[in-house]
């Protein structure tokens, strides 16, 4: 069984915002690429989404990207958008986040 490994370019735009966001508030952005796993002659595949990793005071807030569109908090079962992960943030930084 041979496996193919392809990696998937990020969308900028998201990339900025969220750098953006980090480089304001201080706090360091971690990307990690999307990539899809192909298995030969067998039309099955693995995607493993891109994710940005944030660390607040101890706090790690790992988002998935699937599409290079929307945002996820932890699981695609959580969308997420930019003003709402700006007030995290701010609230994490502010001690008002109880985990």
């Known amino acids: 069984m041979k496996i193919k490994k392809e ?37 099955i595949s693995f995607i493993e989404p891109h994710r940005f990793v944030i660390v607040v005071n101890d706090i790690k807030l790992i988002l998935l990207c699937y599409d290079n569109l929307n945002l996820y908090l932890y699981e695609k079962d959580k969308p997420i958008n930019i003003p709402i992960l700006r007030e995290i943030i701010n609230e994490i930084k502010g001690g008002i986040y109880n985990v």
């Open 7 to 43: 990696k998937l370019p990020l969308n900028n735009n998201l990339y900025n915002k969220l750098n953006n966001i980090c480089n304001f508030s201080n706090i360091k952005l971690e990307v990690i690429n999307e990539i899809i796993f192909k298995i030969k002659d067998i039309n």
